[in-house]
């Protein structure tokens, strides 16, 4: 590819600073396009250091990213607007990377990191929430290609996406686990129908996705027939990944707003609301501590298991913040800033008033994995703890109970 | 930069060697069976087990300078110690004398402090400062009455002070003095406590000869009471994880209704749980270690921090404990209540939570109505 030929051959910070220069002097920002840029800096392997040579990478350690990244800021070089393409970057790619064919890494990879084509995940099911592994969407072989039936749900980014990484089931007569296979399906495809999801904050950020007769190439499975459960948990594992991975100042998150109030608005304040404010400030800051070092530990190369408790502590964290908050406010907290149904490109949790996010907040235990499951996750895979005895292991899918 | 950015919230691999060391000696030198029968023995600390860990391994004096003959070592390395000591409910004055006593000596200028400073570090010499141990940092403390070079008073709620050689007593002049605990004119009368494993005492001085440390002991105790807070919250580390490893392990062995009973879903999710609070504790400990040791602008923050969540957790990892054991661990023989006790106790040692999240209110202006 068009990755500068190395030099020393050694890629640390300096080699990656030097590579970043060249890539600024080449196509210096101000006067290049803007896809064009990150079309550039995929090529020259800077997009993800850590991924191989001709994928957006150089096969450098993960740690340097931020080498690059500080380079191309202080440049005022433009980014791949990565919350815009979160479910691409965060789950997609990892999973493409990992599975895919160098046909399918080729194409996929490169327009993704850009954003210049978006992708959703098409995972959950009205029927198979926390149970993903009892999905019922159904893929049929015909010839080269797989016609898929079913209904999937709560699909952020689905009216603006080209791709959707899906998972359906190619073979009922296997116990759930074993008859699910993973495709990349085509969201121009006739037979896909979008329809916003509306919820309890009144928007919809979130998706139903109807799929009738959508023909999905066999070149577009990623993985084995039938493996697609294993393909899923390398996708839903860099999810969880990606949630921990983030930098938090102090006050950063939820517990922000309310200390802001709090301080700018000593007419609210009573006893009661200060101690239960203090107490959670104080669990905000310790999460937010736990974070860090994870952070650390990710950085050094020693991951641990607490990353499987961030989402926990954070979700329960939302609720029990903006819910002080909403009471802190007294009247105001009687009303809503708005109801309208809109569907919001970008959701952020500490925006608009107490009231949102307070309803937001209740997603947030139920989302990517509800407290319950995760609580059992990590009692079963960090504690060791037996699982529950379970009777739908080992049962053909066309004869579980639904 | 004199303060980092972003603390330093891992272990070294110096301190991972520290942290074996020490665990290998506790396991040899300090099982449960036995400190449950020392609880019941007149001597409630162990003389032996110190001999080893202070003067044996250097460990006493690990925040003394190496010009005072310390290991020159900081907050953290310190609190990995405490750590494994917490874990092992060890009777020994370690946060007492080489933390909590040290850092008062630390802060005094004086020849006499210097030396006191070397006989701490050597582990030779136990110091306690005289201030009640349910004192948090910045706290009004209690001073005894200092005339003609000796003082008079009482002092209750002293922890360790059965064991100290030498108590720090403040004076109502403001002063700082050192008092030999074998002088005439000094009675120490132990305390019926509930942790024995950390028990307080009563410090009754009439005309006890003092020495004097520094004109000014408020600087020198807060400070003192400051560190202390903020290693408790490495020890309440060291205790939950105890607890949460141990009973586990139980659960995973006790059977009832021809299953283990860690694998109902109603026991799972609470030792979930408490492995979350876990995990947070050893981030925030770690936290106040290291603004401990880097002397950073935020240890004020920090320590009231680590301890206000600290503290809750160890007594919730030791009641969880005595819970989930079931009835053995409600018995004398299990050592569950040991750490029970212990926990309890240390949730009023050095500021109770609450006590550390008024200060909080201050430091970080979330102002009381």
């Not at chain 1, 590579?19 to 995929?42: G, H, I, N, S, V």
């Not at chain 1, 689905?158 to 074993?178: E, F, G, N, S, Y």
């Not at chain 2, 141990?246 to 209704?257: C, D, G, I, N, S």
């Not at chain 2, 030792?271 to 925030?284: D, G, H």
Request: charged letters at 25%.
């Amino acid at each position: 590819m068009t990755a500068a030929a190395s030099t020393s051959g050694v890629l640390d910070a300096a080699e990656l600073r030097r590579r970043t220069r060249e890539l600024l002097e080449a196509r210096p920002p101000a006067e290049t396009d803007r896809l064009d840029f990150l079309k550039a800096r995929f090529d020259a392997g800077l997009a993800w250091v850590h991924y191989p040579e001709g994928l957006g990478g150089l096969g450098a350690p993960r740690s340097l990213q931020g080498v690059v990244d500080a380079e191309l800021e202080a440049a005022g070089a433009p980014d791949n607007d990565p919350r815009r393409i979160g479910i691409g970057l965060g789950m997609a790619a990892p999973t493409i990377l990992r599975f895919g064919t160098e046909e399918q890494k080729s194409r996929f990879l490169r327009p993704l990191w850009a954003g210049d084509e978006v992708w959703c995940q098409l995972f959950s099911e009205p029927g198979a929430g926390s149970d993903l592994a009892a999905l019922g969407t159904r893929a049929v072989r015909e010839g080269d290609a797989w016609v898929v039936n079913g209904q999937k749900v709560w699909t952020s980014s689905a009216h603006l996406a080209r791709w959707a990484i899906l998972i359906a089931r190619t073979d009922p007569d296997l116990p759930k686990h074993r008859g699910i296979t993973y495709f990349i399906c085509d969201m121009t495809d006739p037979g896909v129908e979008v329809r916003p999801l509306r919820q309890i904050t009144g928007e919809a950020e979130f998706n139903e996705v109807f799929l009738t007769d959508v023909r999905i190439p066999d070149a577009h499975r990623l993985g084995e027939i039938g493996d697609g459960w294993r393909v899923a948990q390398t996708t839903l594992m860099n999810e969880r990944v990606s949630i921990g991975g983030m930098r938090i100042p102090r006050e950063g998150g939820m517990i922000g707003p309310v200390s802001k109030t709090w301080r700018e608005r000593p007419d609210l304040r009573t006893h009661d609301l200060h101690q239960r404010l203090l107490k959670l400030w104080v669990e905000a800051e310790v999460a937010r501590l736990t974070g860090e070092r994870l952070r650390q530990q990710l950085v050094a190369g020693q991951p641990g298991p607490e990353g499987s408790g961030m989402k926990l502590a954070f979700a329960r964290l939302n609720q029990e913040i903006s819910g002080l908050e909403v009471e802190l406010l007294g009247e105001e907290g009687l009303l809503y800033d708005d109801w309208t149904m809109r569907r919001p490109e970008l959701v952020d949790f500490t925006g608009r008033d107490a009231g949102y996010r307070y309803l937001r907040s209740k997603g947030n235990s139920i989302e990517g994995g509800t407290s319950e499951v995760l609580l059992n996750i990590v009692a079963e895979r960090v504690l060791g703890l037996p699982s529950e005895p379970r009777t739908d292991k080992d049962v053909a899918w066309k004869d579980l109970a639904r | 930069m004199t303060t980092r950015t972003q603390p330093d919230l891992l272990y070294s691999e110096e301190e991972e060697a520290l942290r074996a060391a020490v665990r290998d000696l506790l396991t040899d030198h300090c099982d449960a069976p036995g400190v449950i029968a020392r609880t019941e023995s007149d001597q409630l600390h162990d003389p032996e087990l110190w001999k080893v860990l202070g003067d044996g391994m250097g460990l006493a004096g690990l925040l003394v300078p190496e010009s005072l003959g310390g290991q020159g070592a900081t907050h953290r390395e310190a609190a990995v110690v405490l750590e494994e000591l917490g874990r092992a409910v060890a009777p020994v004055p370690y946060l007492t004398s080489a933390v909590v006593a040290t850092e008062a000596l630390l802060a005094c200028e004086t020849d006499e402090a210097a030396e006191l400073l070397s006989a701490l570090a050597s582990g030779r010499t136990i110091g306690a400062l005289a201030v009640t141990l349910a004192a948090g940092p910045g706290a009004p403390f209690t001073s005894v009455r200092h005339e003609e070079g000796a003082l008079h008073g009482e002092l209750t709620g002293i922890a360790d002070a059965a064991a100290a050689d030498v108590l720090l007593v403040p004076a109502e002049d403001g002063g700082l003095y050192a008092v030999d605990a074998d002088a005439d004119g000094v009675t120490v009368t132990p305390q019926v406590s509930l942790d024995l494993t950390r028990p307080v005492a009563t410090v009754t001085l009439v005309g006890a000869p003092a020495r004097r440390l520094t004109p000014d002991a408020a600087p020198a105790v807060r400070r003192a009471l400051r560190a202390g807070a903020g290693l408790l919250a490495s020890e309440q580390f060291g205790l939950a994880e105890w607890c949460l490893t141990e009973t586990v392990r139980h659960l995973k062995e006790r059977k009832q209704f021809n299953r283990p009973v860690g694998g109902f879903q109603a026991i799972k999710h609470r030792l979930a749980q408490l492995w979350l609070e876990v995990v947070n504790t050893r981030a925030a400990a770690r936290n106040a270690a290291d603004a401990l040791a880097t002397a950073s602008t935020d240890a004020d923050v920090a320590v009231a921090v680590a301890q206000a969540y600290a503290a809750p957790v160890a007594v919730h990892a030791a009641e969880e404990a005595v819970q989930l054991h079931g009835g053995i661990g409600m018995t004398w023989e299990h050592p569950a209540h040991l750490y029970l006790k212990r926990a309890k106790a240390d949730s009023i040692a050095y500021g109770t939570a609450g006590g550390h999240r008024e200060a909080l209110a201050e430091l970080v202006d979330l102002r009381a109505p």
